[in-house]
């Protein structure tokens, strides 16, 4: 099977900019209800991913933030502990399902390594567990 059947696209995707302040990133994280995000950079690569934990230990380090002055705080200013390996377009079944075993979600990539969306652990879930269904109905003789 093709990793592209569980590929969730670009479009559909929530990401940061390599560029933004932690105030940018903090609103769209929360706007989305996301504890990870993807970041891109201006051409479209992909950078990395950052998490709630990232930020939570970034703001930390930052003794006296507030709201107003985390508008001038570039977030590639912030240690990234795990950032999401991804995989590319063209990788197998055994490549993306061993990350996603360790990650919440797979940063896609093509070959020129611009980011073209995600695949969740959720999305393979489903799929296996509805497989599962449609193999127990069979086996009942329901379908």
Same mark, same amino acid.
């Given at each position: 099977?093709?990793?592209?059947?569980?590929?969730?696209?670009?479009?559909?995707?929530?990401?940061?900019?390599?560029?933004?302040?932690?105030? +940018?990133? @903090?609103?769209?994280?929360?706007?989305?209800?996301?504890?990870?995000?993807? &970041?891109?950079?201006?051409? =479209?690569?992909?950078?990395?991913?950052?998490?709630?934990?990232?930020? @939570?230990?970034? &703001?930390?380090?930052?003794?006296? @933030?507030?709201?107003?002055?985390?508008?001038?705080?570039?977030?590639?200013?912030?240690?990234?502990?795990?950032?999401?390996?991804?995989?590319?377009?063209?990788?197998?079944?055994?490549?993306? @399902?061993?990350?996603?075993?360790?990650? #919440?979600?797979?940063?896609?990539?093509?070959? +020129?390594?611009?980011?073209? =969306?995600? &695949?969740?652990?959720?999305?393979?879930? +489903?799929? &296996?567990?509805?497989?599962?269904?449609?193999?127990?109905?069979? #086996?009942?003789? +329901?379908?």
């Amino acid at each position: 099977m093709n990793i592209l059947f569980f590929l969730t696209p670009k479009s559909d995707v929530a990401y940061i900019y390599d560029t933004y302040t932690l105030r +940018q990133v @903090l609103e769209k994280m929360e706007y989305h209800k996301y504890s990870c995000i993807p &970041i891109i950079n201006e051409r =479209g690569k992909y950078v990395g991913t950052i998490t709630e934990g990232d930020l @939570l230990w970034g &703001i930390k380090e930052r003794s006296n @933030l507030n709201l107003k002055d985390a508008e001038d705080v570039p977030i590639l200013s912030f240690k990234r502990r795990a950032d999401y390996a991804p995989v590319r377009v063209d990788s197998d079944m055994e490549d993306m @399902l061993e990350k996603a075993m360790r990650q #919440n979600f797979v940063p896609v990539v093509d070959d +020129q390594k611009n980011f073209i =969306g995600i &695949i969740t652990r959720r999305d393979i879930m +489903q799929y &296996i567990c509805s497989a599962d269904r449609k193999d127990v109905q069979k #086996n009942m003789g +329901q379908v």
